[in-house]
């Protein structure tokens, strides 16, 4: 009687052993589909580089994953995409580039990819483009994120692709990209002001990158490289930036990452200038955002034009 009592209750605690660990791996299954159902509510996002992630993050926030497709560091232009990159085009909803002659690549990357779905971006679409003196790499500077007025209008195509593919969270893009675009007209605003209190309007940059950024406040530009930092200037280039250095009392000469640091170094020791860093953006610097950029670039500028 005993050992049947006993067999009865080893059974009892064995099937309540099995009851609450199968309750458990359905708990485990219910955490991993909630995981996985959330990942995949979010818009898969692919852009060609970073200015391009600063203004999707801005509009799309958490409701967006993205890929960045030019590693830091390298130039857009200069950029072949891998293996790696055309899987992750395959699987995107939305893709984003810059336009304009930037990313070479993009069309004939666009046409190998098989994604018929595929939401294709030209950010720069509709903005005030400046026409390229050097028409060899393309009719148009493609330089356009680094004016606070175009920005609006990458951000706004960006916003508008965003509620294409989800227009269930419409409002949380408009809303987002009214904010951005506000904090943009706000800086715009603040630096207007305070470059029309400067008489002198010149400044020199490691390539030319800021023609936008320029014409949005009446400055200008001289630079070491041309458009798309190629090549090192001549004897006679160089000889004429010391020229105009002097001739316009620059006090400073800025470097940027991606462009030839020692030739503005040599530059500046030549006309007795210091040597500032300024940002293009193109990738990722000093783990600052794009409106931070974007104000370090501006109050430089303007510091040095006083």
């Not at 899987?87 to 098989?114: C, H, P, R």
């Amino acid at each position: 009687m005993i050992k049947k009592f006993i067999k009865a209750a080893l059974i009892i605690i064995m099937s309540s052993c099995l009851g609450a660990c199968n309750n458990k791996i359905g708990n485990s299954n219910e955490i991993s589909t909630t995981i996985k159902d959330e990942n995949n509510s979010k818009v898969s996002v692919v852009v060609s580089f970073n200015p391009l992630r600063e203004f999707v993050e801005a509009v799309g926030k958490d409701k967006i994953s993205v890929k960045v497709m030019v590693p830091e560091g390298m130039e857009p232009h200069d950029f072949e995409p891998k293996p790696r990159d055309m899987e992750s085009l395959s699987k995107a909803q939305v893709f984003i580039y810059n336009g304009l002659g930037m990313e070479a690549w993009a069309e004939k990357t666009l046409t190998a990819v098989d994604n018929k779905s595929l939401e294709i971006v030209n950010a720069s679409k509709n903005a005030e483009v400046i026409k390229n003196e050097e028409v060899e790499h393309g009719e148009y500077d493609p330089h356009i994120w680094l004016s606070l007025k175009e920005a609006k209008i990458l951000a706004k195509n960006i916003k508008d692709a965003l509620v294409k593919v989800d227009s269930a969270n419409k409002a949380f893009y408009e809303e987002n990209y009214n904010e951005f675009a506000t904090k943009l007209d706000e800086l715009y605003n603040e630096y207007k002001k305070k470059f029309e209190t400067v008489s002198n309007k010149n400044f020199v940059t490691g390539h030319a990158a800021f023609a936008y950024l320029c014409r949005d406040f009446g400055l200008k530009q001289n630079s070491v490289e041309d458009v798309f930092a190629e090549g090192e200037p001549t004897p006679k280039k160089m000889k004429d930036l010391v020229d105009y250095s002097k001739n316009n009392n620059i006090k400073v000469i800025f470097m940027e990452e991606l462009a030839s640091p020692k030739v503005s170094e040599t530059l500046a020791k030549e006309v007795g200038a210091k040597v500032e860093k300024i940002y293009t953006i193109e990738s990722r610097e000093d783990n600052k955002d794009y409106l931070e950029s974007m104000k370090d670039n501006l109050e430089k500028i303007y510091n040095s034009l006083k």
